[in-house]
């Protein structure tokens, strides 16, 4: 089960390894992959992968998530990006 932190944030050096807790000022009790992929596009930014790839692979496999959840996902915990980037994806 994904782990999300809520009550400690900072930059923390554990060995060799930096790691970086942020907040999250909320999150349903159960993870949806309608959460999920809102939380994805959230911290799209943040992600070593190849931006233009993943937002390739969202316009072919967005018929597999259910838009009403989706849309509700988004207006809880969407940010302003995440919600361009999928009023995009769904024109």
């Not at 009550?7 to 159960?30: C, V």
């Not at 207006?75 to 995009?88: Q, S, V």
């Given at each position: 089960m994904p782990y999300k932190q809520t009550?400690?944030?900072?930059?923390?050096?554990?060995?060799?390894?930096?790691?970086?807790?942020?907040?999250?000022?909320?999150?349903?009790?159960?993870f949806t992959k309608e959460y999920l992929l809102v939380d994805l596009l959230n911290?799209?930014?943040?992600?070593?992968?190849?931006?233009?790839?993943v937002l390739r692979n969202l316009k072919s496999r967005l018929n597999e998530f259910d838009r009403e959840k989706v849309s509700e996902c988004l207006?809880?915990?969407?940010?302003?990006?995440?919600?361009?980037?999928?009023?995009?994806a769904y024109a």
């Open positions: 009550y400690r944030a900072g930059d923390f050096q554990l060995g060799r390894k930096h790691f970086r807790f942020r907040l999250i000022p909320a999150y349903p009790s159960a911290d799209l930014r943040n992600l070593p992968d190849d931006v233009s790839a207006r809880l915990y969407g940010n302003p990006a995440a919600k361009r980037l999928l009023r995009e």
